[in-house]
Nanobody, 126 residues
Framework: QVQLVESGGGLVQEGGSLRLSCAAS????????MGWFRQAPGKERGFVAA???????FYSDAVKGRFLISRDNAKNTMYLQMNSLKPEDTAVYYC????????????????????WGQGTQVTVSS
């Protein structure tokens, strides 16, 4: 089992920045990849970014060039640096993790990830 706890959300003005953190505990040595997803009111939870154990990185088109995903393996923590924030970035942000069990993974799919955090609210005002 892997437990995930997000932090760092809040209220920020358009054009501002926030950094989210996701602290992992439990069977962290087996984690293959971690990702960020977000869900706005009335919308489905969608992919934001993902990072693998060998630091392959993926971004959604909506955040590419503005957000930066990283991880500190020594601290078992993943980060999402969000810059140039827009009102449409307003959502609950969730971190997720998947352990390696062979095969390939489409890290943009929610169903790939068995472990999820509780979410942290990000609100961008115009």
């Amino acid at each position: 089992q892997v437990q995930l706890v997000e932090s760092g959300g809040g209220l920020v003005q358009e054009g501002g920045s926030l950094r989210l953190s996701c602290a992992a505990s439990g069977r962290t040595a087996s984690v293959y990849a971690m990702g960020w997803f977000r869900q706005a009111p009335g919308k489905e939870r969608g992919f934001v970014a993902a990072i693998t154990w060998n630091t392959d990185i993926f971004y959604s088109d909506a955040v590419k060039g503005r957000f930066l995903i990283s991880r500190d393996n020594a601290k078992n923590t993943m980060y999402l640096q969000m810059n140039s924030l827009k009102p449409e970035d307003t959502a609950v942000y969730y971190c997720a993790a998947v352990e390696y069990s062979g095969g390939s993974y489409n890290l943009q799919r929610r169903s790939v990830y068995p472990y999820w955090g509780q979410g942290t609210q990000v609100t961008v005002s115009s």
